[in-house]
């Protein structure tokens, strides 16, 4: 079973930037698509950015394009989302996500109870956006 470890989150004001992590514990990414999802009070989990296991392709939610920056270091076995401009709506803890099933468009498109087929999943980390 693959064990994803994420970090990075935190408080930040409008319009400041984060950047998160995703790691395995003790085993290699390479072979995986990688998929950053969140999840904010009341509302079902959803795609923000994912990438292919070579890294070179990605997907963005409309709603992050231009502001998220999704890549992979494949030499430190780490993926990183790099949040810039953000918003308070941008609030939600997020989840990285490995399969190695998936396009990042295929990843990215899943919700809810769906994107639980996902086969591993990190422990989430908060992010919250406040003044």
């Known amino acids: 079973q693959l064990q994803l470890v994420d970090s990075g989150g935190g408080l930040v004001q409008p319009g400041g930037s984060l950047t998160l992590s995703c790691a395995a514990s003790?085993?290699?990414?390479?072979?995986?698509?990688i998929g950053w999802f969140r999840q904010a009070p009341g509302k079902e989990r959803e795609g923000v950015s994912c990438?292919?296991?070579?890294?070179?392709?990605?997907h963005y939610a409309d709603s992050v394009k231009g502001r998220f920056t999704i890549s992979r270091d494949r030499a430190k076995s780490t993926v990183y989302l790099t949040m810039s401009g953000l918003k308070p709506e941008d609030t939600a803890i997020y989840y990285c996500?490995?399969?190695?099933?998936?396009?990042?468009?295929?990843?990215?498109?899943?919700?809810?109870?769906?994107?639980?087929?996902?086969?591993?999943w990190g422990q989430g980390t908060q992010v919250t956006v406040s003044s």
């Open positions: 003790g085993r290699t990414l390479d072979y995986y698509a």
């Open positions: 996500a490995a399969d190695s099933a998936f396009t990042p468009q295929g990843m990215c498109v899943l919700t809810g109870q769906v994107a639980k087929l996902i086969h591993s």
């Open positions: 990438i292919s296991s070579t890294g070179g392709s990605t």
